[in-house]
């Protein structure tokens, strides 16, 4: 009995994770890898394993989340979208599938990523952007904040901006960019790179947060870095305003600015 | 018996208006101006009547609607609006609560308004602009759609653009500004007039559509504008991609480009 010959299918998600335990599959309640594989199992009659670029938690929005699976018949991809996407609930769609490499590895074979933390920096909440955004009524000076992130390219040990395990890890990881910009009261702290630590984005976040209160130096992002403790970093901001935007598969696809993303309204 | 003096105030209000019939206070279902008045009622103990620059439909959202009310107790305008917020349910809130010359009224002062349907046009449906855009899968000429979106700016007789109802009024309207704009995936139809009719951007975004299927001439809007009859134009798109975008008062407020409005992301 030889192995059968098996296609691997490269998809592009995006979910709102307002009512997910996150990507990964768990016992107290539903996950986005759940959903699609059993949709996929629907489809093909076939069991199948989706593999993600990373994990997301709960709570947590894809842009463009991307997986990889194998099937061992061949699919039309087009078809297999629209069969996935009339069976899928409205907070999950599969944008694109692909058939690719066979080596292709949707966390192994990713080249970096990019994660977006969204906040509302008002006096008042903006029910249009309550979803998918932190609101945070105390003033940032966003300039400071702009300046504070600067440190966080290169590669560092991020010891300090990861959520405490029982087993220590290497933190040593590269990040490719890191910007905060500002568009009337919305704010985004955006971060590209090769790889991501737990809760890393949004204890930088809460971070940057306290720098553009005043209640830290700009500086504190580069002291953070020469591996100090969790406790000495801020605070961890909410899951719901973060999002995982991109992950990028080629070397050359590998930007330092994030790519103009569609616009969205906010009168104030 | 002197009647009190009162105060007049101009509230900005944003709401996600999935679940509610419409500003207006109706018996089948919860409205926006219900779940202010009562929230006004709680905080003053007055029997107030919140009038807003104009209704909008069930499903339809606001960024920045304005709203007037009159107070026989003078308040402190930032308490008035933390108040509101609290008793608010998550899907409203108040930007904004200013006290204002007594002539105020936010229907009748009103200069101009701008609404902004958003089209999602990809082959998939995008789940984090669910609640606030149409999906529609066939490819559009955008092109197609700017020129035609041209022909609206001036006065004109819009009976072919307003659903038809038992008594006839008048379909002169004056519209300042429209522009269809594509960024990735996300259309967005900007319409600024000095008044509206039941249902107008609904039918002008869907006459549009029909324009960028290559259905209908470009030239088509400026021929629909010599008063032709509803059945004349294209289909009215579904309410939850419209929002009121912004209300204006004074003249020079008046412009023809659209505020830049902050960025949302979306990574196809």
């Known amino acids: 009995m030889s192995a059968s010959t098996q296609y691997t299918l490269k998809l592009v998600i995006q979910y709102d994770g307002t009512r997910f335990v996150g990507w990964q599959r768990q016992a107290n309640g539903m996950s986005v890898q759940a959903l ?9 009659r076939e069991q199948v394993h989706v593999e993600a670029s990373g994990r997301t938690d709960a709570g947590v929005h894809a842009w463009g989340q991307v997986a990889s699976v194998k099937l061992s ?5 087009i078809r297999l979208r629209l069969s996935l996407n009339a069976l899928l609930p409205e907070d999950v769609a599969v944008l694109s599938v692909e058939i690719v490499d066979d080596g292709f590895h949707a966390r192994k074979s990713a080249k970096s990523k990019r994660y977006r933390y969204t906040i509302v920096n008002d006096h008042a909440r903006h029910p249009l952007l309550r979803r998918t955004s932190f609101h945070y009524a105390q003033k940032l000076d966003v300039a400071a904040m702009q300046r504070a992130a600067r440190a966080l390219v290169g590669k ?23 910007s905060v910009t500002k568009n009337g009261v919305v704010l985004h702290v955006d971060v590209t790179g090769t790889g991501f630590l737990y809760n890393m984005v949004r204890i930088i976040t809460g971070t940057l947060i306290e720098v553009g209160l005043g209640r830290r130096p700009e500086s504190c ?13 801020g605070f961890t901001v909410p899951p719901h305003g973060l999002a995982l935007v991109e992950v990028n598969y080629s070397s050359s696809e590998v930007h330092d600015l994030p790519r103009t993303p569609p616009e969205s309204e906010d009168s104030a």
Chains 1, 2 share one sequence.
Not at 156 to 177: G, M, Q, W, Y
Not at 221 to 233: F, M, N, S, T, V
């Open 73 to 77: 018949k061949r699919v039309v991809p």
């Open 156 to 178: 560092h040990d991020f010891a300090a901006f990861v959520k405490e395990t029982p087993r220590k890890r290497n933190c040593v990881r590269t990040i490719l960019s890191a």
């Open 221 to 233: 992002i580069a002291d953070l870095l020469q591996g100090a403790p969790r406790e000495a970093a």
């Open 36 to 44: 699609l594989e059993e949709a996929l199992h629907t489809i093909t």
